[in-house]
């Protein structure tokens, strides 16, 4: 009778928590104990077609109900009432799907405010994050805590453990297979859920997949990034053979496919020169052995379960520097902090455009055509693709760059409900998140409210939307994403955008023109 009492007294404590309202200011306000979307179109984030209008019924933070209201199912229901609540939002017009996930970003370390990203992110749709952590595993943890409990505004954040973090274990010690599960059984009694391969155990194939057993194992997800240096060791096939969720980026891919074991890197090459290892990494696509890549390797990947993350946005820099680094929102909406990061500088990780020739450019261009090509291949053969942008890096602007990175998905061929679904869908998968990716009853309400359809536009999706024209031929400007809900927590996304604006102009009193800019700068006497 006691266990009975005090487990309903525990449910009636989450009810409570999950319909306490909350105000951010004029940002944000809720959950509410209902919340009513009335009249939207629907995307169900699996892939499926729009339907709609539904009035989507909102309880604290889960989705409860979705009541069709197209003029046959109300004839069927005898009845013309709509369902009301605490609060409705008129979506007539509007299109609702799954709040996006992005499997891998970063936050970046001051004096970049971390409320800038959050606040990004969020205004361009996405509701949960893998970030790296920047700032410390224990602020990462502490942030993600924050977020858990909607103390701050930002997105349901996982972030990266690398492997032994946490741990007072020694590299001899990490090193041995034989001691794998103790090292994952203590950093999941820790909090941790995603776990980074990078520069750990990719350099022995024993000990990767022990690590990708175990933490499977706890219920967790591991991610590689397969750097250069130990891609003769591991390759992606490799990989995904040992376990491996989720392979980041484009790298080893191409390697797979060679016909000798290694690329043929340049004499001079050294690894720790940023230019030139993000040069062999887009010539290496032009050694690949092509029939192999979109056969061999892709039904190999498709064959072992592994999911790709491409990230593509974070890349395109590499393709036309010029475009990149003079992209319209930089002036208003990028921090001078993240342009000053941005490079060329030697000193900076991702800034190693400072001997970037038009060979590295041509190489980059046919990589991204082969990559995308194995995506599409890879995505057509049954395989995950998933959703990420790697953003705050290499003139990737948060938020914005979700919404390029769909745009760069759909370049390879995928339809846009394929590319939804990435963002959504499948990436809640692989993050094993079986109540986030969808719209529907029992689903928490983590959702997108949009000034139009992104199977039409995917730029509606941009804060600022997209051009258009009306039926007399007048163009205007429609689109943005008017609100994100996380959690139940309604958002006003065009005041995110308004604080954004004051922290990037704040943040210009004090910047510095970059290599980059200088020749375009007019100079007054």
């Given at each position: 009778?006691?266990?009975?009492?005090?487990f309903l007294?525990?449910?009636l404590?989450?009810l409570?928590?999950?319909?306490?309202q909350?105000?951010?200011g004029?940002?944000?306000?809720?959950?509410?104990?209902?919340?009513?979307?009335r009249?939207?179109?629907v995307?169900?984030?699996?892939?499926?077609?729009?339907v709609?209008?539904?009035?989507?019924?909102?309880?604290g933070?889960?989705?409860?109900d979705?009541?069709?209201?197209d003029p046959?199912?109300?004839?069927r229901?005898g009845?013309?009432?709509?369902?009301?609540?605490?609060r409705?939002?008129?979506?007539t017009?509007?299109?609702?799907?799954p709040?996006?996930?992005?499997?891998?970003?970063?936050l970046?370390?001051?004096?970049?405010p971390?409320?800038?990203?959050?606040y990004?992110?969020l205004?361009?749709?996405?509701?949960?994050?893998v970030?790296?952590?920047?700032r410390?595993l224990t602020?990462a943890?502490?942030e993600?805590?924050?977020?858990?409990?909607?103390?701050?505004?930002?997105?349901?954040?996982?972030?990266?453990?690398?492997?032994?973090?946490?741990t007072?274990?020694?590299?001899?010690?990490l090193?041995?297979?034989?001691?794998?599960?103790?090292v994952?059984?203590e950093?999941?009694?820790?909090g941790?859920h995603?776990?980074?391969?990078?520069?750990?155990?990719?350099?022995?194939?024993?000990?990767?997949?022990?690590v990708c057993?175990?933490?499977t194992?706890?219920?967790?997800?591991t991610?590689?990034?397969i750097?250069?240096?130990?891609?003769?060791?591991?390759?992606?096939?490799?990989?995904?053979?040992?376990g491996?969720t989720?392979?980041?980026?484009?790298?080893?891919?191409?390697?797979?496919?060679?016909?000798?074991?290694?690329?043929?890197?340049?004499?001079?090459?050294?690894y720790?020169?940023?230019n030139a290892?993000?040069?062999?990494?887009?010539?290496?696509w032009?050694?690949?052995?092509?029939?192999?890549?979109?056969?061999?390797?892709?039904d190999?990947?498709?064959?072992?379960?592994?999911t790709?993350?491409p990230?593509?946005?974070?890349y395109?820099?590499?393709?036309?520097i010029?475009?990149?680094?003079?992209?319209?929102?930089?002036?208003k909406?990028?921090?001078q902090?993240?342009?000053d990061?941005?490079?060329?500088?030697p000193?900076?990780h991702?800034?190693?455009?400072?001997?970037?020739?038009?060979d590295?450019?041509?190489?980059?261009s046919?990589?991204?055509?082969?990559?995308?090509e194995l995506i599409?291949?890879f995505?057509k053969?049954?395989?995950?693709v998933?959703?990420?942008?790697?953003d705050?890096?290499?003139?990737?602007?948060p938020?914005?760059?979700?919404?390029?990175e769909?745009q760069l998905?759909?370049?390879?061929?995928?339809h846009?409900?394929?590319?939804?679904k990435?963002?959504?869908?499948?990436s809640?998968?692989?993050?094993?998140?079986?109540?986030?990716?969808?719209?529907?009853?029992g689903?928490?309400?983590?959702?997108?409210?949009?000034?139009?359809?992104?199977?039409?536009?995917?730029?509606?999706?941009?804060?600022?939307?997209?051009?258009?024209?009306?039926?007399?031929?007048?163009?205007?400007?429609k689109?943005?994403?008017?609100h994100?809900?996380k959690?139940?927590?309604v958002?006003?996304?065009?005041?995110?955008?308004e604080?954004?604006e004051?922290?990037?102009?704040?943040?210009?009193t004090?910047?510095?023109?970059s290599?980059m800019?200088?020749?375009?700068?007019?100079?007054?006497?």
């Amino acid at each position: 009778m006691k266990v009975k009492l005090l487990f309903l007294v525990t449910c009636l404590f989450m009810l409570a928590d999950a319909t306490a309202q909350k105000k951010f200011g004029d940002l944000a306000t809720g959950p509410y104990k209902k919340l009513v979307i009335r009249g939207a179109m629907v995307l169900p984030g699996h892939g499926g077609p729009p339907v709609g209008p539904y009035d989507i019924v909102i309880q604290g933070n889960m989705i409860t109900d979705m009541i069709p209201f197209d003029p046959i199912s109300a004839e069927r229901r005898g009845s013309t009432e709509r369902v009301t609540g605490d609060r409705v939002i008129d979506a007539t017009g509007k299109y609702v799907m799954p709040g996006m996930i992005d499997l891998h970003m970063h936050l970046r370390q001051e004096p970049m405010p971390i409320e800038y990203v959050y606040y990004l992110k969020l205004a361009h749709g996405v509701t949960t994050m893998v970030p790296a952590p920047d700032r410390g595993l224990t602020n990462a943890m502490s942030e993600s805590a924050k977020s858990k409990s909607n103390t701050i505004l930002a997105p349901k954040m996982f972030p990266l453990w690398s492997y032994g973090a946490n741990t007072n274990y020694d590299q001899i010690f990490l090193d041995n297979p034989a001691n794998v599960k103790k090292v994952v059984t203590e950093m999941f009694s820790k909090g941790a859920h995603v776990v980074s391969l990078d520069g750990g155990p990719g350099w022995n194939q024993e000990l990767l997949g022990a690590v990708c057993r175990e933490v499977t194992a706890a219920g967790g997800i591991t991610t590689f990034h397969i750097a250069p240096n130990t891609s003769p060791v591991i390759q992606a096939v490799d990989a995904a053979r040992l376990g491996v969720t989720m392979i980041e980026h484009h790298y080893s891919y191409a390697e797979s496919s060679l016909d000798r074991s290694v690329q043929d890197y340049s004499p001079t090459y050294n690894y720790n020169d940023e230019n030139a290892r993000f040069g062999q990494a887009g010539k290496v696509w032009s050694e690949a052995n092509k029939e192999r890549l979109l056969t061999e390797v892709a039904d190999s990947l498709v064959a072992y379960g592994v999911t790709m993350l491409p990230t593509r946005v974070v890349y395109e820099a590499n393709r036309d520097i010029i475009r990149a680094s003079s992209l319209p929102w930089h002036k208003k909406y990028t921090h001078q902090t993240l342009m000053d990061w941005n490079g060329p500088n030697p000193n900076y990780h991702g800034a190693y455009h400072y001997d970037w020739t038009s060979d590295d450019e041509y190489n980059w261009s046919y990589a991204y055509q082969l990559w995308g090509e194995l995506i599409y291949a890879f995505n057509k053969k049954g395989g995950r693709v998933a959703y990420g942008t790697d953003d705050n890096y290499i003139f990737a602007t948060p938020g914005f760059s979700n919404i390029r990175e769909l745009q760069l998905l759909r370049e390879t061929g995928m339809h846009t409900l394929e590319v939804l679904k990435a963002a959504t869908y499948n990436s809640a998968k692989t993050l094993r998140q079986d109540k986030l990716g969808l719209v529907r009853p029992g689903y928490t309400a983590d959702l997108l409210i949009i000034d139009g359809s992104p199977l039409y536009n995917l730029r509606y999706m941009y804060s600022f939307g997209a051009l258009t024209v009306d039926n007399d031929g007048k163009m205007f400007r429609k689109g943005g994403i008017i609100h994100t809900i996380k959690d139940g927590i309604v958002i006003e996304n065009a005041k995110l955008m308004e604080e954004v604006e004051k922290m990037v102009a704040e943040s210009k009193t004090e910047g510095r023109l970059s290599a980059m800019e200088e020749p375009f700068v007019i100079k007054r006497d």
